[in-house]
């Protein structure tokens, strides 16, 4: 927010490559948009970039099919034609290549769209009774008590090194308290998409990773996804999912961990700065998927607009062992704090 604020006072040239949307809008007045190879420029802000840029789509849409109808046309034309061709029938000949060529386009919506069958949620989901943690004089919990609630969604917040982190873990069993008791329901299944990243015995290839986790996905209609599926559905084309996990990049990895946090089909997700390395069109798809996510939801994320889209309150890590549990998304926090 102080970059921001730095940057509008500023007379630059600014070029910024960046996934923060509220940082788009509120610093850029035109945007550059690479897709498919080729580059589209908006004037305007991220609000004005996402009109156009669909606008952009429909109208793309509309003239492949329009190209369609004639295809057939054309198509049927050049099956009646005698070999010789006469000048006029050639110039047809060679408009009708070009007709084929926009008619076979094929518009790119890497949208992930997933309606998946969650793990059933039971009445208890976790109850955290006189929590104390401590790494020497550093207070990280100081006797918290708190119970989670089915299809809870709350955002935790804090600078770095209050133990936001730590808390999590301690939910989830993989630290220890010095004293207090989590007590978890029976029915519970955490999805951790963690900063640790992936973590994998050997190096494997991408589709023997998915399937080792299982073989199948169940959707909501009562049907399956196959890993391949799945894996597709992430933007893993078939010609990648032989890959090896080692050769993929940063962002590819980070991919495939989400991928497979959710196809182990958990019923409670912890997402520690999930926004990471994911691109605009990766994020837009998760926030579809986790805003119909009917299980519980806690995020650890400094992407304001990820946290205002999602959860609908606040456990606010203020240090030395104090949280606060403020009722309202990270705007409505901000606010408050400059009154």
């Known amino acids: ?10 007379k630059v040239t600014l070029l910024l490559v960046t996934h923060d949307r509220y940082f788009l809008d509120a610093v850029c007045d ?3 948009e690479i897709d498919n190879s080729n580059l589209y420029v908006y004037k305007g802000d991220y609000e004005n970039y996402l009109e156009k840029k669909a606008a952009r789509i ?6 492949i099919d329009k190209a369609k109808n004639l295809f057939r046309k054309e198509l049927e034309w050049m099956r009646k034609q005698p070999k010789a061709r006469t000048t006029k029938s050639k110039s047809r000949q060679d408009n009708f290549y070009e007709v084929e060529k926009q008619a076979k ?6 949208q992930v769209e997933l309606q998946l069958k969650m793990t059933r949620l039971g009445g208890k989901v976790a109850e955290l009774k006189k929590l104390y943690k401590s790494y020497g ?21 804090g600078k770095n090194g ?43 290839r991408v589709i023997e990773f998915v399937k080792d986790i299982a073989e199948h996905f169940p959707l909501a209609n009562g049907g399956t996804l196959s890993a391949a599926q799945f894996l597709n559905l992430f933007l893993f084309p078939p010609e990648q999912q032989y890959t090896y996990i ?13 991928l497979s946090v959710l196809f182990r089909n958990p019923n409670f997700l912890i997402l520690d700065e999930p926004t990471n390395d994911l ?3 990766t994020l837009g798809v998760l926030e579809n998927f986790l805003t119909d996510f009917q299980g519980c939801l806690m995020i650890v994320s400094h992407d304001r607009y990820f946290m205002d889209r999602l959860v609908d309150h606040l456990l606010v890590f203020e240090g030395d062992g104090l949280i606060r549990d403020f009722p309202g998304n990270y705007t409505q926090y901000r606010l408050q704090l400059k009154d």
């Not at 927010?1 to 500023?10: A, F, S, V």
């Open 1 to 10: 927010e102080w970059l921001e604020h730095y940057l509008n006072q500023e």
């Open 30 to 32: 035109e945007i550059w």
């Open 58 to 63: 429909d109208s793309e849409a509309s003239s």
């Open 105 to 110: 386009q094929k518009i790119e919506n890497n």
């Open 137 to 157: 004089d550093k207070v990280i919990l100081k006797g918290m008590d708190y119970t989670f609630k089915r299809g809870e969604r709350v955002g935790i917040v």
């Open 162 to 204: 209050v133990g936001k982190s730590t808390f999590t873990n301690i939910l989830q069993g993989i630290e220890m308290p010095d004293s207090g008791k989590v007590n978890i329901g029976d029915t519970i299944v955490f999805g951790n998409y963690s900063q640790s990243g992936l973590v994998i015995k050997e190096d494997q």
């Open 246 to 258: 080692s050769k993929l990049s940063g962002g590819e990895k980070r991919r495939l961990h989400l």
């Open 279 to 281: 691109d605009l069109p």
